[in-house]
C-alpha cells in the first residue's frame, strides 16, 4: 500500500494557460473523489468516480474544469484558462470498502500568476 | 449531512491530553461522527469514527454524548507532530450514495513545548 499519489505536487502557471493534474489511488479503490482547498478553509468536494464513471460533479466544477477516469484507476483533473482563482491546493482521494475511511493523497498546489 | 461547530483554535502542552470539542446538534440518528486531521501541507488524515459507542484506536479516543449531538476526540499525549488542523464531520452512512466528505473549517490545534 503506497498510498494515495498525486503528481505534480506543485505547479505555476500563468493565466490562460492549460493545466493537467493526476492521481493514482490505493491499487484497487474503486471510488475516486477530487477536493480542492483554498487557504484558510476546509477541503471542498468538487467530483467523484465509482470505477471509471463519474457519478456526482459540484457546481464549483466549472466548465473550464475536466475529470476523467478512463480505465478505472488513475485520474487527471484539468482546467482549462486557468484564472487567479483557480489557484488552490487539490486533493485526490480514495477508497474501496464502502465502509472504509477516505484516504487523501498529499495534493497538487496550483499557483495562477 | 447535519452541521458541526468546532472552535477555531486551540492550544495544548506538549504530554498533556489534548480534548478537542465537536458540537453537531442536528445529527440523525444513523449518522456518524468522523474525525480526521491535516498536518501543514499534507492531505487530510483519517483518525477515528464512530455512531453511538465510544471509540479508540492507537491514534485517539472519541468520545459521544449520549444525546449525541456532542462529541470530543481525545489525543492522550499529544506531541508536537500533532500540530494540525482537526475536522469533525458527520456523514450519513459511510456505504451510501457517494461517501463525501462535507470539511468545515476545523480547530488549528498547536501544541506547546
Known amino acids: 500500500d503506497t498510498g494515495v499519489s498525486q503528481d505534480p505536487r506543485h505547479k505555476i502557471t500563468k493565466r490562460g494557460q492549460n493545466v493537467t493534474f493526476r492521481c493514482d489511488p490505493i491499487?484497487?479503490?474503486?471510488?475516486l473523489y477530487w477536493y480542492r482547498q483554498t487557504l484558510g478553509q476546509g477541503p471542498e468536494f468538487l467530483t467523484y468516480f465509482q470505477n471509471e464513471a463519474q457519478l456526482e460533479k459540484s457546481r464549483l466544477l466549472s466548465d473550464r474544469f475536466s475529470a476523467e477516469r478512463p480505465k478505472g484507476s488513475f485520474s487527471t483533473l484539468e482546467i482549462q484558462r486557468t484564472e487567479q482563482g483557480d489557484s488552490a491546493m487539490y486533493l485526490c482521494?480514495?477508497?474501496?470498502?464502502?465502509?472504509?475511511?477516505?484516504?487523501f493523497g498529499n495534493g497538487t498546489r496550483l499557483t495562477v500568476t | 449531512d447535519a452541521k458541526t461547530t468546532q472552535p477555531p483554535s486551540m492550544d495544548c502542552a506538549e504530554g498533556r491530553a489534548a480534548n478537542l470539542p465537536c458540537n453537531h446538534s442536528t445529527i440523525s440518528g444513523n449518522e456518524y461522527v468522523y474525525w480526521y486531521r491535516q498536518i501543514h501541507s499534507q492531505g487530510p488524515q483519517y483518525i477515528i469514527h464512530g455512531l453511538k459507542n465510544n471509540e479508540t484506536n492507537e491514534m485517539a479516543s472519541l468520545i459521544i454524548t449520549e444525546d449525541r449531538k456532542s462529541s470530543t476526540l481525545i489525543l492522550p499525549h499529544a506531541t508536537l507532530r500533532d500540530t494540525a488542523v482537526y475536522y469533525c464531520i458527520v456523514i450519513l452512512n459511510y456505504g451510501g450514495a457517494t461517501n463525501k466528505l462535507i470539511f468545515g473549517t476545523g480547530t488549528l490545534l498547536a501544541v506547546q513545548p
Open positions: 482521494a480514495s477508497v474501496g470498502d464502502a465502509n472504509s475511511p477516505l484516504h
Open positions: 491499487s484497487e479503490h474503486n471510488r
